[in-house]
């Protein structure tokens, strides 16, 4: 289970960090996302955190946001910086697991004045 937390509303050009609670052991998982999915719009991975730590993250997020995990805590963050409006959507934890994507239910991210 992924259990997200930590979206909400903020302005342009805020910040927000967005959590990952994995139930069980994060070192199961041989990689860890973040995606999002706006209105009438397609899911779109924004960023990936493979077991090795190479990361890689999709062009419209490069250089303002940043994955990363805490082993300990069985949790993966997504540090978002520099939000824009069109940043707002629905942001979804995942992660492969054996043959399987395991997903989170999400939580809403709005950027707005």
């Known amino acids: 289970q992924l259990v997200e937390s930590g979206g909400g509303l903020v302005q342009p050009g805020g910040s927000l960090r967005l959590s990952c609670v994995v139930s069980?052991?994060?070192?199961?998982?041989?990689?860890m996302g973040w995606s999002r999915q706006a209105p009438g719009k397609e899911r779109e991975l924004v960023a990936r955190?493979?077991?090795?730590?190479?990361?890689n993250y999709a062009e419209s997020v490069q250089g303002r946001f940043t994955i990363s995990r805490n082993y300990a805590k069985n949790t993966v963050y997504l540090q978002m910086n520099s939000l824009k409006p069109e940043d707002t959507a629905v942001y979804y934890c995942?992660?492969?697991?054996?043959?399987?994507?395991?997903w989170g239910q999400g939580t809403q991210v709005t950027v707005s004045s």
């Open positions: 069980g052991s994060l070192s199961s998982f041989k990689a």
């Open positions: 995942h992660g492969s697991f054996g043959a399987y994507e395991l």
């Open positions: 955190l493979i077991g090795t730590g190479t990361t």
